[in-house]
């Protein structure tokens, strides 16, 4: 029998048409993906990642030369021009040119030809810029932590989170950690999320203080875990879920179950290779995350957090 063609065609999308210039440049040398292999990934996944870019500012990771080149780091219009990218009310960040979003497949697409490998988002929408709807709990293992340790830690922000009344969901980064995010009404502004979840890590770091820092910065964290509190701040961004990394091995970050925690084997158990069984499982393990939405009142003042 004739071997079933490992890559599925690129599916249409829309009705606009992608011209892809060097399809076959490999962009990850280790394991040989190529310009094709990312705008597939994107193609496969854009009605699962535009629920998750709508109405958001959106940040991109520019790979021009591959993931071994020099990568961008792009926030605002000046020198993006992306076909079909919504540019945002100035106002939303005065003093700089207009933030970007992505909200249609077809813009998602012409991203990728341009070798934008990245997509990462505000914790706040369009809808209500000065208060953000989600707090993000960004797992960051330091040198010479093990994996386990790393799924341990997020078992113990769950079920921190779960004591003060908080849900919460979870991704794997597609690099290193693993993200918590917990969904939020937009009631309270930036600097109130931000500093109720540096209250939160600085209370776990008192009492685990063998798993957990509340100090950013790599020297710190050696052996131990920074939930990286800084992800909630005023245009701080995280990467968007289904986002491939521009990372050796091209992990992605999924949405995950908090009952599949303890059988990932790393933050890039998935990458554009392996995604395939996940597509139809899709967002269905964050369904609940809408009816969720939580206020921070009662969490405050059970921590006796002043805002
Ligand atoms: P890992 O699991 O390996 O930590 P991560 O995506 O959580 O992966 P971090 O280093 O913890 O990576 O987070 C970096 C964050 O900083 C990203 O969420 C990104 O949105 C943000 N960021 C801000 N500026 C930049 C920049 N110039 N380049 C890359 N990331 C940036
Ligand atoms: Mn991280
Ligand atoms: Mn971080």
Redesign the pocket.
Known sequence: AVPKKVVPALPPVGTGKLRITHPERVIDPGTGFTKLDLIEHYARVAPLILPHLKARPV?L?RAPDGIAGE?F?Q?HAEATSIPGIKLLDPKFDPGHDPLLEIASAETLLAATQLNVM?F?TWNATTKAIDKPDRMIF????GEGVAWCQVQEAAQLVQAFLKELGLPCFLK????????VVVPLKPLHGWDTVKGFSQAIVQHLARVIPERFVAKSGPRNRVGKIFP?YL?NGFG????CAWSV?A?PGMGV?MPMAWEELGKLKN?AHWDVRNIGERLSTGNSPWSAYENLRATLSSAMQAMDFKP
């Open positions: 940040s990771v990568q780091f926030k990245e990462h960004d797992l960051d293992p794997t980064s597609g690099g290193k950690g693993l993200h990286d992800r701080a961004t995280t990467v990394r990372r970050s933050a």
